[in-house]
């Protein structure tokens, strides 16, 4: 991902991946703590910062929430990535945690994605792309699942070669799993023509 927006969200910590080549950094609240661990330099804070111990830096921009508020800490920074007008965003410590913020956490992800830009979600066990009407080589990687679920309530005209079960043309609804945990075949290559689709790689263990 080149001149991409990395935002450190609150959820399980996991190292904070090539986060150096991020043309702009955004820490969430506890995200911050996460940012400090690495030795990360944040552009913007963003959050009520209820659950961040540590002292705020000076000089570092920040756009405050109130405790009680609509947007979670993470949807918060993703839709001032988006008003920014950046088209590709990676997410970080956004997996693990409280079930209910990854859940918002992928939904604030669809949010980006259908309003144009390009989102990768990286932790140390799991790798999602979410994009729409695009196509995507997906390097293979041994130990690793692939799987394919839609985000918006269809994705149609998706197409996965380089797999052991291929699909050419097909429809997934975000109600029926069909795509999960496909094999590699070599490299994959993934697209689809309208819908928010994710393609996940998980770790087997």
Same mark, same amino acid.
């Given at each position: 991902?080149?001149d991409?927006?990395?935002i450190i969200?609150g ?15 955004i ?9 400090q661990?690495?030795?990360?330099k944040?552009?913007?804070l963003v959050? #009520?910062?209820?659950? @961040?111990?540590g ?5 570092v ?11 979670t #800490?993470?949807m918060a ?9 950046w088209?590709?965003?990676?997410? @970080?410590c956004?997996?693990?945690g ?7 956490n ?5 949010f980006?994605v ?6 990768e979600?990286?932790?140390? #066990? ?12 997906i390097?293979e990687?041994?130990g @690793? ?11 149609r005209?998706?197409t996965a070669e ?40 998980s770790?087997?263990?």
């Amino acid at each position: 991902m080149e001149d991409f927006c990395a935002i450190i969200s609150g959820g399980a910590f996991s190292p904070l991946e090539n986060i150096e080549k991020a043309a702009f950094v955004i820490a969430c609240d506890q995200g911050l703590a996460y940012a400090q661990r690495c030795k990360v330099k944040p552009d913007l804070l963003v959050g #009520d910062f209820d659950s @961040y111990q540590g002292k705020i830096p000076d000089g570092v921009p920040r756009l405050e929430l109130p405790a009680e508020k609509d947007d979670t #800490d993470t949807m918060a920074a993703v839709r001032c990535a988006v008003d920014e007008g950046w088209k590709r965003i990676a997410l @970080y410590c956004a997996f693990g945690g409280r079930l209910d913020h990854l859940l918002g956490n992928l939904q604030a992800a669809a949010f980006a994605v259908k309003n144009g830009a390009a989102v990768e979600i990286i932790d140390e #066990d799991n790798r999602a792309q979410l994009f729409s009407n695009a196509s995507v080589v997906i390097p293979e990687r041994p130990g @690793y699942s692939l799987t394919l679920l839609a985000l918006s309530d269809t994705c149609r005209n998706v197409t996965a070669e380089g797999v052991k079960y291929p699909l050419a043309g097909a429809t997934l609804t975000n109600a029926f799993p069909i795509g999960v945990s496909n094999e590699w075949r070599g490299d994959a290559r993934v697209s689809v023509g309208e819908g928010v689709l994710m393609v996940l790689l998980s770790k087997m263990k």
